[in-house]
């Protein structure tokens, strides 16, 4: 499904930090591979961290064997990832970021 898909939509939500789960920061790893479009939408909880490396850190998922492979995609996904979950928090809702035309 991923590899047929045009863009990523990615929901915020004001009450629940999505970057605290493995889960968001592995999918969005995959749309920066796949450089795909990331439209974003909702509103990030306030007092949200922006830095992107320090989101990725802090991400857990509640299945071992779900954690073991999320953490191995999310290291071999490119540099720009923490960049771009950077660039998602701080997004307005609406905001298009087209990764196809980044390097």
């Given amino acids: 499904?991923?590899?047929?898909?045009?863009?990523?939509l990615v929901?915020?939500?004001?009450?629940?930090?999505?970057?605290?789960?493995l889960?968001?920061?592995a999918e969005l790893g995959f749309a920066s591979e796949k450089k795909?479009?990331?439209?974003v939408v909702g509103n990030m909880p306030p007092n949200t961290p922006?830095?992107?490396a320090e989101l990725i850190a802090g991400a857990e998922c509640s299945d071992i064997e779900d954690?073991?492979?999320?953490?191995?995609?999310v290291k071999s996904s490119s540099a720009f990832l923490a960049e771009l979950i950077t660039e998602?928090?701080?997004a307005p809702s609406g905001a298009v970021l087209d990764l196809r035309k980044r390097g």
Avoid: H, P, Y
């Avoid at 499904?1 to 990523?8: G, K, P, V």
């Avoid at 795909?36 to 439209?39: E, F, K, S, T």
């Avoid at 954690?67 to 995609?73: H, N, Q, V, W, Y």
């Fill in 67 to 73: 954690t073991s492979i999320l953490a191995d995609i």
């Fill in 88 to 90: 998602v928090v701080k």
């Fill in 36 to 39: 795909r479009r990331v439209q």
């Fill in 11 to 21: 929901v915020r939500n004001a009450n629940k930090n999505m970057f605290w789960r």
């Fill in 50 to 52: 922006t830095c992107g």
């Fill in 1 to 8: 499904a991923i590899d047929n898909c045009e863009d990523f």
């Fill in 23 to 25: 889960w968001c920061v």
